[in-house]
């Protein structure tokens, strides 16, 4: 089965990924490429950059490509998310103000954020939708990377929505 295609649960393996790459077509590349473009106005980097990481990040395995998601929403996803930590590093480097504090802020945030993925270890696909909605994803985009039907992807944000709620109360 290739990347393109929908397919049962799980992730592609290394193997995988690298015969995915080899075999994308000029559309998929050139939607790639456009995508790439888009994250890296909000960034101080090249456009190619983001593709590259997120290939990168992909095949060492920091990312996993569940096989219910196609190539182009995945790595878009990946793109984004890339691109928010390299803005947010940006702003960290060209901020005249108390630094510790922003540091701090930035750590804190990031220590919540962890603390509510982790709210989630007991069911994947709820933690996959905790960090594509930290990565900015919403809506059918996120209904979309979880692979759900409409009716469990809604008992899902219920039951995403009632745990976070309980923890953080």
């Known amino acids: 089965m290739?990347?393109?295609?929908?397919?049962?649960?799980?992730?592609?393996?290394?193997?995988?990924?690298?015969?995915a790459v080899k075999s994308l077509?000029?559309?998929?590349?050139?939607?790639?490429?456009?995508l790439a473009r888009v994250y890296a106005l909000k960034t101080?980097?090249?456009?190619?950059?983001p593709l590259q990481e997120a290939w990168l990040r992909v095949l060492d395995g920091r990312r996993e490509w569940p096989r219910?998601?196609?190539v182009i929403p995945f790595l878009a996803g990946v793109m984004r998310s890339i691109a928010w930590d390299w803005q947010v590093e940006r702003h960290n480097k060209g901020v005249d103000v108390n630094t510790v504090g922003y540091?701090?802020?930035?750590?804190?945030?990031?220590?919540?954020?962890?603390?509510?993925?982790?709210l989630f270890d007991d069911d994947p696909i709820a933690q996959k939708m905790v960090?594509?909605?930290?990565?900015?994803?919403?809506?059918?985009?996120?209904?979309?990377?979880?692979?759900?039907?409409?009716?469990?992807?809604?008992?899902?944000?219920?039951k995403i929505r009632r745990r976070i709620e309980k923890a953080w109360a």
Do not use: C, F, W
């Not at 077509?25 to 456009?34: W, Y």
């Not at 101080?44 to 950059?49: A, F, I, T, Y």
């Not at 930035?106 to 962890?114: E, F, G, L």
């Open 103 to 118: 540091e701090d802020q930035t750590a804190s945030a990031k220590i919540n954020a962890i603390k509510t993925i982790a």
């Open 131 to 158: 960090i594509a909605l930290l990565d900015g994803a919403r809506g059918e985009e996120l209904r979309e990377l979880s692979g759900l039907t409409k009716t469990e992807y809604e008992s899902k944000r219920a």
């Open 25 to 34: 077509s000029t559309q998929h590349k050139t939607a790639l490429m456009k």
């Open 68 to 70: 219910s998601v196609g």
């Open 2 to 19: 290739s990347p393109e295609q929908e397919g049962p649960g799980g992730t592609y393996t290394a193997a995988e990924i690298v015969e």
């Open 44 to 49: 101080s980097v090249g456009h190619e950059d």
